[in-house]
T-cell receptor, first 114, second 109 residues
């Protein structure tokens, strides 16, 4: 099946710093990628839809200036958490949609902001 | 708003059959998916129903009734490795997925 990777898998940072998370589709081209956030023992919440070559579409309540998304190529989308604070600590998961419109999820990135 | 309700936890023994229900209320509906997620891991796709009826994939089956806004995931011949969280998700349009509250399945020997 299709493979989606994320890097890093874990990151610990100080409050106020920025963190970049990469999402790559390894064996297929993805015109659309999605970014989710999941708090412990809770469901996945869609943050934004990332389209290659255009601006991301953010869900209601998600600050676009805080969560910067760039989809520079058909295989790479990045999420930058700017000026991270402890409340941003979470599990961030990306997914990529293939031509059959199936979403494949990355392994997730666990962010801890101290 | 949009909501997908699932039981929070289900317990069963190895070899048993368990059903995880999902009722949904969404602004759009193109299909119902099911995902499995082990602790600390990413969701793994299990099945998808766009039309009413039962879809079978090995030990897992999924059912959908669009008129009732209801679906379920049926797991047969349970194994210890099936202990995980299971999420239903509705495709609402523009390829977006809205996830359910999640059900934690605990399989005991």
């Amino acid at each position: 099946g299709a493979v989606v990777s994320q890097h890093p898998s874990r990151v610990i940072c100080k409050s106020g710093t920025s963190v970049k998370i990469e999402c790559r589709s390894l064996d297929f081209q993805a015109t659309t990628m999605f970014w989710y956030r999941q708090f412990p023992k809770q469901s996945l919440m869609l943050m934004a839809t990332s389209n290659e070559g255009s601006k991301a579409t953010y869900e209601q309540g998600v600050e676009k200036d805080k969560f910067l998304i760039n989809h520079a190529s058909l295989t790479l989308s990045t999420l930058t958490v700017t000026s991270a604070h402890p409340e941003d600590s979470s599990f961030y998961i990306c997914s990529a949609r293939d031509r059959e419109e199936t979403q494949y999820f990355g392994p997730g990135t666990r962010l801890l902001v101290l | 708003g949009q909501s997908l309700e699932q039981p929070s936890e289900v317990t069963a023994v190895e070899g048993a059959i368990v059903q995880i229900n999902c009722t949904y209320q969404t602004s759009g509906f193109y299909g119902l998916s099911w995902y499995q997620q082990h602790d600390g891991g990413a969701p793994t796709f299990l099945s998808y129903n766009a039309l009413d009826g039962l879809e079978e994939t090995g030990r897992f089956s999924s059912f959908l009734s669009r008129s009732d806004s209801y679906g379920y995931l049926l797991l047969q011949e349970l194994q210890m490795k099936d202990s995980a969280s299971y999420f239903c998700a509705v495709s609402t349009g523009f390829q977006k997925l809205v996830f359910g509250t999640g059900t934690r399945l605990l399989v005991s020997p």
